[in-house]
């Protein structure tokens, strides 16, 4: 499953929320230094589709506001 992410480092409070199809916002704490903002979101991911943070994936847009993850549920 492809899902695209909105991130939003550097927030006060961690959230996941469903705004489109396949668009999620995500705000994560952490800031977009040494990827630890990715790290964070591939966490919160994994606990939203309850799956291990090694079967999420990121395929484009490292540095980028809108990202694009790969899920491989089941």
Do not use: Q
């Amino acid at each position: 499953m492809i899902v695209r992410v909105r991130a939003k480092p550097n927030s006060r409070m961690e959230y996941i929320k469903h705004v489109e199809k396949d668009l999620y916002e995500v705000a994560v704490k952490e800031p977009p230094e040494d990827n630890r903002a990715n790290k964070r979101i591939i966490e919160i991911l994994a606990e939203n589709f309850n799956v291990s943070k090694s079967n999420i994936k990121l395929v484009r847009g490292s540095r980028a506001r809108i990202k694009i993850f790969e899920v491989l549920l089941g």
